[in-house]
T-cell receptor, first 111, second 117 residues
Framework: RKEVEQDPGPFNVPEGATVAFNCTYS??????FFWYRQDCRKEPKLLMS???SGNEDGRFTAQLNRASQYISLLIRDSKLSDSATYLC????????????FGGGTRLMVKP | GAVVSQHPSRVICKSGTSVKIECRSL??????MFWYRQFPKQSLMLMAT?????????EQGVEKDKFLINHASLTLSTLTVTSAHPEDSSFYIC?????????????FGPGTRLTVT
């Protein structure tokens, strides 16, 4: 079983749609969680951290369910510019500062 | 925001030669830098963790004698791919953690695309 698993997609949605991505992680002791965005042939960029209480940043909402070891990202009112690969990222050991990346979910927003 | 640069952005080399990639944190100090490799349509795979002033820690399956890492200062880490082979062709990305940050976020460089012919 992979440490961080994501549905690779692609998710093809029209502009304005709401889309949700899910991610599961295997290490129950993991403490820090993030969503990164990666455009084609570019480096990943931090989209948002994921907090236990859930957090929202504009059109983006992230949630964490520790009991189920499950993280989600919700994008409302999708824009063409949201087209990218979204990476679920887990820090399995805060002391080590290492990140474990999921395989990514590809989103394509169409006019 | 924190900025990480990499040089070169793209390099083509012949099989058997060595290539050095630089990773710099431009506006912060990074005690720890990370080197990743990404093959097409795959996710990032951590190769090694580089700590300033000490030896790098390599992930299982990564040859330390082939991928030489030097973290000489708080703002610079280098990765040298020695005796490169075509299978080493990949997208190499470094990241750095802000020394003063209490949050475990990493900032990524723009990546170096290596092609070995």
């Amino acid at each position: 079983r992979k440490e961080v698993e994501q549905d690779p997609g692609p998710f093809n949605v029209p502009e304005g749609a709401t889309v949700a991505f899910n991610c599961t992680y295997s290490n129950s002791a993991s403490q820090s969680f993030f969503w990164y965005r990666q455009d084609c042939r570019k480096e990943p960029k931090l989209l948002m951290s994921v907090y236990s209480s859930g957090n929202e940043d504009g059109r983006f909402t992230a949630q964490l369910n520790r009991a189920s070891q499950y993280i989600s990202l919700l994008i409302r009112d999708s824009k063409l510019s949201d087209s990218a690969t979204y990476l679920c990222v887990v820090n399995p050991n805060n002391a080590g500062n290492m990140l474990t990346f999921g395989g990514g979910t590809r989103l394509m927003v169409k006019p | 925001g924190a900025v990480v640069s990499q040089h070169p952005s793209r390099v083509i080399c012949k099989s058997g030669t060595s290539v050095k990639i630089e990773c710099r944190s431009l506006d912060f100090q990074a005690t720890t830098m990370f080197w990743y490799r990404q093959f097409p349509k795959q996710s990032l795979m951590l190769m090694a963790t580089s700590n300033e002033g000490s030896k790098a820690t390599y992930e299982q399956g990564v040859e330390k004698d082939k991928f030489l890492i030097n973290h000489a200062s708080l703002t610079l880490s280098t990765l040298t791919v020695t005796s490169a082979h075509p299978e080493d062709s990949s997208f190499y990305i470094c990241s750095a953690r802000d020394k003063t940050s209490g949050i475990y976020e990493q900032y990524f460089g723009p990546g170096t695309r290596l092609t070995v012919t």
